[in-house]
Structures are given as structure tokens and as C-alpha cells.
């Protein structure tokens, strides 16, 4: 996962389309390839760190702990740490996660429209 400096331009371009677009923003919290997958496997409830890597196979360990490092750093995931041995790990979308719930259900419904358009206008 590579950080964008922030000295750069093209960092200045995405904070000034960051503040000025709230879509743009939105985009920017759940844009990456696996936190929508976390956020649609989330929205049926709590999952155990093991159980969210089953249902991503092709995720690294290190890739799925950062992304739900990002979505914690940005309210949208609640962790939870249980003092028992082995220590148990839960996710869960906060408030604010629970909120995304209508519009993955809207994704959803418009990716399958798109693909059904496409292969209506495929030229093979």
C-alpha cells in the first residue's frame, strides 16, 4: 500500500477534491479493493479476524490488518480485544459503517445491472 506524500501535488490535488467533493471524500474512506469487501462481509455482524481472512482468500494477513487499521482510524470499524487466552479479536462497523449499508446494497444492485449490460453489448 503506498502513501501518497503529502508534499506532493497530487496529494494537494486529492485533499482540495477531498474538501471540496463529499463524493470525492466518501471515495476516499471506502475506495480501496478490499474495504468494500470488508465493509459488505461486516454489515452481517461481527467477525473474528481468522473468519474475515476465510471469506478473503486472496488477501494477505498484512494487507487485511492494515485495511482494517484504515477503516478504525476512520470510524468506520470498531475493534474489540477480549482478555481471554488465546486473546479473541472482533470487528464490527460502527454507527457510521452500519450507514454504508443501503448504499453497498445500491453498488450491488447497479453492478449487477452494469454487468449484465455488458455482456448484453459484448463483441465477441
Known amino acids: 500500500m503506498t502513501k501518497v506524500k503529502q508534499s506532493s501535488t497530487n496529494f494537494e490535488n486529492k485533499q482540495t477534491l477531498s474538501n471540496e467533493c463529499m463524493e470525492v471524500y466518501a471515495a476516499n474512506l471506502i475506495g480501496g479493493q478490499w474495504t468494500l469487501a470488508i465493509g459488505c462481509y461486516l454489515i452481517n455482524g461481527k467477525l473474528r479476524f481468522g473468519e474475515l481472512k ?71
Open 54 to 124: 476465510n471469506k478473503l482468500p486472496n488477501i494477505t494477513e498484512r494487507m487485511l490488518t492494515l485495511q482494517l487499521r484504515k477503516l478504525e482510524e476512520n470510524k468506520l470499524v470498531k475493534r474489540t480485544v477480549y482478555a481471554e487466552i488465546p486473546p479473541r479479536v472482533e470487528y464490527e462497523l460502527t454507527e457510521s459503517g452500519r450507514q454504508l449499508k443501503p448504499i453497498l446494497q445500491q453498488l450491488e444492485k447497479w453492478g449487477k445491472n452494469h454487468q449484465l449490460f455488458m455482456q448484453n453489448h459484448s463483441h465477441s
